[in-house]
T-cell receptor, first 112, second 116 residues
């Protein structure tokens, strides 16, 4: 059974600071997705990474996929209060039913 | 495009009653739908996978007789929590994909269930 570990579990920072969230797997990711979820809403897909060493940027967010495809990181530059939420990584591989395996999540709170 | 809705968005019920939650894909046909459960400040836990026209596949530890899933059409799946108890109180989220062979799921906004 694949285990996805995210760290840190909780992150509380001031607006303008930078932060990094990590996602590590006990086995190779088929493909990895990052989601952001706000309270009372469903998760929203931020990015999908597939190739080892891949780097993707989405405005102030930078996503890296490890060369061995067993780890990933999400870096946010100059955090804003609107970045507050639960960040989830998920392995999008597995069975032919396309099941997602989610990490435990990182709760980010950005204070004004 | 790719919008998934859930109804109701929140529901409060008495212990022992049954509650039905609907998940609809509004602008695409969803061959496969997934149901998740989420406790406060925790991650999503997959409950079951449903494919249109066939029985749902439940994850280990999920009681199929308690959480009835029906995927009768390509745009609608329902989750019925039978004989609900306070421990069933949770945030239930569905997602839909147009094919089982894709890693792209579109998530609904979730349904908050509170059992008194």
């Amino acid at each position: 059974t694949q285990l996805l570990e995210q760290s840190p579990q909780f992150l509380s920072i001031q607006e303008g600071e930078n932060l990094t969230v990590y996602c590590n797997s006990s086995s190779v990711f088929s493909s990895l997705q990052w989601y952001r979820q706000e309270p009372g809403e469903g998760p929203v897909l931020l990015v999908t990474v597939v190739t080892g060493g891949e780097v993707k940027k989405l405005k102030r967010l930078t996503f890296q996929f490890g060369d061995a495809r067993k780890d990933s990181s999400l870096h946010i530059t100059a955090a804003q209060t609107g970045d507050t939420g639960l960040y989830l990584c998920a392995d999008a591989g597995g069975t032919s039913y396309g099941k997602l395996t989610f990490g435990q999540g990182t709760i980010l709170t950005v204070h004004p | 495009g790719a919008v998934v809705s859930q109804h109701p968005s929140w529901v409060i019920c008495k212990s022992g009653t049954s509650v039905k939650i609907e998940c609809r894909s509004l602008d695409f046909q969803a061959t496969t739908m997934f149901w998740y459960r989420q406790f406060p400040k925790q991650s999503l836990m997959l409950m079951a996978t449903s494919n249109e026209g066939s029985k749902a596949t439940y994850e280990q530890g999920v009681e199929k007789d308690k959480f009835l899933i029906n995927h009768a059409s390509l745009t609608l799946s329902t989750l019925t929590v039978t004989s609900a108890h306070p421990e069933d109180s949770s945030f239930y989220i569905c997602s839909a994909s147009w094919t089982r062979f894709t890693d792209t799921q579109y998530f609904g906004p979730g349904t908050r269930l509170t059992v008194l």
